[in-house]
DNA sequence: CTACTAAGTAATCATTCGATTACCTCTTAA
DNA sequence: TTAAGAGGTAATCGAATGATTACTTAGTAG
């Protein structure tokens, strides 16, 4: 969720805004509430109180919280894709995996955006936001293909080990790394460096009550 | 979801059945529901649906959804790992990693199996599934490094790639197959061999209803 | 037979949640 | 200065859903 101010409770001076940037605040705030809780289980107060807006202000924004799912959806892509074409624009050829492996793992500062990716990509069942998430991991998948010039093998190996990523970020494995060795040796294995990043995200920040 | 009688409507001659047996049908039938619509997504009444009884029934008989939940992904589980050792008594060590990812997708027939943990991957956040569905990765894991004699890298590749399988289906990326030339590059090198199998799990049915 | 137990349901409740409505109040252009 | 539009909320609604309660009825042991 938003480092800054994360419980934006109470009725502070709510200084007026243009509905562009409030907009983008919300989805911040979307980003990391989806993130956690996954689109069926977030719920559209949550992300209110996270903005620090009322929850029709919201829904209202948006029209319904499936159209703000998408809009997560569709941003997270955006910031998957632009990040790897900055990485591939600034580097050669060789050693292009390794770099596109640490930038990915360098996604995961930015709270909730992988873990949002996640949960879509488990609700291929749902007509509307199925057909998003699949044409999503199509993007990314051609992307790697053409832009990025992996073969198929290739490309196989890094979706996969970011898959793997996912799931571990998913599971909040990371939560348990200081009590449990196996975890420690399961993290290690799978995180490409950057395993420092993970474990400074801070524990996962549990809101007792919705 | 059961294949006989899908839709077990109506007040056919409901016979009554030992509640050991009517507990298997139900975590049968739970294992479909909770596998296309995810925990948070599927409701108690959708699962006695499938099951051919009523909604009082499971949730009296489990003691809540949530438990009910931990027992479908408690015999997921088992259901993975005794598949895995079968896979390991029968076969000499090398060219394990092959029969193993045979027989991963091979799982994919009981439907909802892998589904239904692919959901439990990214509930991380939640304080009782979160820590079950952990719990099971670590199982896995271990059995990988401790029971099969998998090294590190060779550990890591292959969880890698059951992440990304699982990644395929829960995105129902098969139901594309045969109109997007993409999906079909991509379901290719996704899965090693059987790919026709998960091609022939029929489109993901579509209760178009609740 | 009969009475008891286990299998199973109908009815209904309390909550939760997304959405809608009706309203308020800053800001700003003329 | 003021009207109007944009930013924003309080109140509330209806549907969905997990859970509970109070029943009914099929087996089955004696």
Redesign the pocket.
């Known amino acids: 969720m938003s480092s800054v101010s994360a419980d934006d409770d109470g009725?502070e001076p709510?200084?007026?805004?243009?509905?562009?940037?409030?907009r983008e605040l919300i989805l911040e705030a979307a980003t990391g509430v989806f993130g956690d809780y996954g689109y069926?289980?977030?719920?559209?107060?949550?992300?209110?109180r996270a903005a620090?807006?009322?929850?029709?202000?919201?829904?209202?924004m948006?029209?319904?919280?499936?159209?703000?799912f998408l809009e997560v959806l569709r941003r997270a892509l955006d910031a998957l894709l632009s990040t790897f074409r900055t990485v591939l624009a600034e580097n050669s050829r060789t050693e292009l995996p390794r770099y596109f492996g640490r930038a990915y793992v360098d996604l995961l500062n930015d709270r909730g955006l992988l873990l949002s990716l996640m949960h879509a990509f488990v609700l291929g069942s749902d007509p509307v936001i199925g057909r998003a998430a699949r044409e999503g991991f199509l993007e990314v998948y051609e992307f790697m293909r053409n832009e990025a010039g992996f073969g198929p093998e290739q490309t196989r190996e890094f979706l996969a080990g970011g898959m793997l990523i996912n799931t571990m970020v998913g599971l909040r494995m990371s939560d348990e790394f200081d009590t449990n060795e196996t975890v420690r040796e399961l993290l290690t294995i799978a995180l490409p460096e950057k395993l420092d990043l993970l474990l400074h995200l801070g524990k996962t920040q549990r809101p007792t009550s919705?």
């Open positions: 009725h709510i200084t007026r805004m243009k509905s562009r940037d409030r069926v289980g977030a719920t559209t107060d949550q992300v209110a620090g807006v009322s929850q029709p202000y919201v829904v209202r948006f029209g319904s919280k499936e159209k703000l919705k």
